[in-house]
């Protein structure tokens, strides 16, 4: 079955640092990859999606990710934060043999900037 | 563009009552809808896939009894707590996507907060 690991629970990073949030998955087949963002007691936000083409995937608010196949993965980077960049950030797959578009989400990683 | 709400966005109700959760799509049609259930500080967990004008599909473990869907319009689908018990107290989001050709990416609604008594 799918999965989708984002090894990092927590990650505090002071301010105007740059940062990596790790997402890594498991399928042998294609894939589209997400991130969103959660703020607190609001829904996901979409920051970017990879569906195919170039494996660099710039987003909103100064995001990017690198879909890099051989190692499964879908890390999301920012060389800047700033104090508003402090929420829960999601890691999503669907699995394209499914058929059914359903995202199976990481467990989430808390990104708090420090001043 | 691509924009869900939901309503409420925070319910409190007595235990045994039911409660609907109602989520649109405010500026496009949305062939398919999903219903997640996210725990506090824990991720979202896929309910229901829900398809305008037929029948949702639940995920394993979801009692389809429970927690009725309907997906009325191509804007509106409706998610119904029913007898509500204090461990069915969570945040429950739903999302939309545009249609067959932009299925591929689902629009989150802002989540609805609810707690049983």
């Known amino acids: 079955a799918q999965s989708v690991t984002q090894l990092d629970s927590q990650v505090p990073v002071f301010e105007e640092a740059p940062v990596e949030l790790r997402c890594n998955y498991s399928?042998?087949?294609?894939?589209?990859l997400f991130w969103y963002v959660q703020y607190p007691n609001q829904g996901l936000q979409l920051l970017l999606k990879?569906?195919?083409?170039?494996?660099l995937v710039k987003g909103i608010n100064g995001f990017e990710a690198e879909f890099n196949k051989s190692q499964t993965s879908f890390h999301l980077r920012k060389p800047s934060v700033h104090i508003s960049d402090t929420a829960e950030y999601f890691c999503?797959?669907?699995?394209?043999?499914?058929?059914?578009?359903?995202?199976?989400f990481g467990t989430g990683t808390r990104l708090k900037v420090l001043a | 563009g691509a924009v869900v709400s939901q309503h409420p966005s925070r319910v409190i109700c007595k235990s045994g009552t039911s409660v609907k959760i109602e989520c649109r799509s405010l500026?496009?049609?949305?062939?398919?809808m999903f219903w997640y259930r996210q725990f506090p500080k824990q991720s979202l967990m896929l309910m229901a896939t829900s398809n305008e004008g037929s029948k949702a599909t639940y995920e394993q473990g979801v009692e389809k009894d429970k927690f009725l869907i309907n997906h009325a319009s191509l804007t509106l689908s409706t998610l119904t707590v029913t007898s509500a018990h204090p461990e069915d107290s969570s945040f429950y989001i739903c999302?939309?996507?545009?249609?067959?050709?932009?299925?591929?990416?689902?629009?989150f609604g802002p989540g609805t907060r609810l707690t049983v008594l």
């Open positions: 500026d496009f049609q949305a062939t398919t």
């Open positions: 999302s939309a996507s545009l249609g067959l050709a932009g299925r591929d990416t689902q629009y």
């Open positions: 999503a797959v669907s699995d394209l043999g499914s058929g059914t578009y359903k995202y199976i």
């Open positions: 990879y569906l195919s083409g170039s494996t």
């Open positions: 399928s042998s087949v294609s894939v589209y």
